[in-house]
C-alpha cells in the first residue's frame, strides 16, 4: 500500500514536471530547457547541507511549539 503511494506520488511528481518543462521550452527555446535540466542535480547535492536533526531536538522544538 506504501508502495503504491509512493509510485504515484513520484509518477504524478514527474508529470508535473514535464508540464512545466514543456511550458518552458515552448516559451524559452528547447536549448534553455537542457542548460536549466543540466542544473537540477545541484538541487540534490544541496540536500546534503541541510541541518541533521536529532530525536531529541525535534522532540524539544515540537514541546516549544506546542506551548
Not at 508502495?3 to 506520488?9: D, E, K
Not at 514527474?14 to 508540464?19: C, E, N, R, T, Y
Not at 537542457?34 to 514541546?63: K, N, W
Request: charge should be negative.
Amino acid at each position: 500500500m506504501v508502495a503504491g503511494l509512493f509510485f504515484g506520488l513520484a509518477f504524478g511528481m514527474g508529470s508535473v514536471g514535464a508540464a512545466v518543462l514543456g511550458k518552458l521550452a515552448d516559451h524559452s527555446g528547447i536549448d534553455f530547457v537542457y542548460q536549466v535540466c543540466a542544473f537540477l542535480p545541484l538541487i540534490g547535492l544541496l540536500a546534503a547541507f541541510l541541518p541533521m536533526f536529532t530525536s531529541s531536538t525535534c522532540h524539544e522544538r515540537v514541546d516549544m511549539l506546542a506551548a
